[in-house]
């Protein structure tokens, strides 16, 4: 596990150079932008290591994953990165900080309902597809600066932005267009709302310079932070 350590923390080191460079390229502050760990991939002992390193936030696709990890890791923010069921609300709403994969309606009155039921807020982004991909959840684009109004009668839940996964592209260039149109999207529903939505979760291990200098504030971030690590 040494060995592991030592892999996890180069590999860290390398991102914050990346991460350094993309922000100084857009003229942004590097903590303008959050680093996401996501762990689905890896055991919790390795998971752990990102603890022991100073990372704070970590993700998960799965609830249930989630639940195990956050069992065996204290002391981090956890983020809910992947899609949630209305049925698993209730197990997962005390432990995670943030959720980015708020894709529906339903699932956007569901969490108000715990919320308030819980006595607690939540931050929370809208996913948004808007590469267009019929094997991805979220919000049409078309239909984000329509919500306002719904937005605006949440006591609860609380929305602070929008995500969205971009296609995968070999060039990672090809992804600033996606990246540029939730820009464009959330500053429109922030003016149809009346008020800042400052966060844009956008960029993976593939894409997330382009997408820092596109305006992301927080990156999830898996592969890249594990390569070399036995899984």
Known sequence: MIEGRQRIAAN????EERLQAACQRAG?????????????????????????????DLGESRPQELWRKAAA???????????????????????IAWIHSVDSLRLLDALEEACQQASRSLAALLE??????????????????????RLAQLKYLRIEGLTTMAAYEKDPERTRP?????????????AE??????QLSMGMSNDFEIAVEE?????????????????
């Open 28 to 56: 942004r502050a590097r903590s303008e932008v959050t680093l996401v760990a996501v762990t689905k991939t890896v055991p919790v002992e390795v998971a752990a290591l990102l603890r022991e390193l100073g990372v704070q």
């Open 215 to 231: 305006g992301a504030t927080l990156v999830r971030l898996g592969t890249v932070l594990f390569e070399g690590i036995g899984r």
């Open 73 to 95: 890791i204290a002391g981090v923010r956890w983020h809910l990165v992947g899609h949630l069921q209305r049925n698993k609300i209730g197990r997962t709403l005390p432990l």
């Open 128 to 149: 948004v597809n808007a590469s267009r991909e019929t094997s991805k959840q979220g919000f049409a684009p078309e239909e984000v600066p329509g919500l306002a109004m």
């Open 193 to 198: 709302l009346g008020r800042p939505l400052p």
């Open 12 to 15: 860290l080191a390398a991102v």
């Open 178 to 190: 996606t990246f540029a149109a939730l820009r464009t999207l959330r500053d429109q529903l922030a």
